[in-house]
């Protein structure tokens, strides 16, 4: 599952944000992890962002990464649009 998801997120996302920044928010990615993810998404779509946010943080996990802009982005963030195009697989 992990290994299908990350081939996903660096076809979706290197194009976007580049090598670098894809391989930042991914490569702590493990199996256990992104099921617990995918189960917090479908419990709640609308707020998956948040609760996926809560889950990184209760679990120590850096959420936040610098954009090549400079700007700011959750990681949260990422997680919860890559398994939208994941369950939807619309990608």
């Known amino acids: ?3 299908d ?3 996903m997120c660096k076809t979706i996302y290197i194009p976007i944000h580049g090598e670098e920044i894809v391989k930042r928010v991914f490569s702590s990615l493990t199996e256990d ?6 189960n917090i998404y479908r419990e709640c779509p ?8 809560n889950y990184l943080t209760k ?3 850096k959420n936040t990464i610098t954009l090549e802009n400079g ?8 997680y919860s649009n890559a398994i939208q195009h994941y369950i939807l697989k619309d990608y």
Request: glycine content about 0%; aromatic content about 12%.
């Open 1 to 3: 599952m992990v290994k």
């Open 5 to 7: 998801f990350i081939i």
């Open 33 to 38: 992890k992104l099921k617990k993810m995918v």
């Open 46 to 53: 609308a707020f998956s962002w948040q609760n996926i946010e």
């Open 59 to 61: 679990n120590n996990s």
């Open 71 to 78: 700007r700011q982005l959750s990681i949260s963030t990422f």
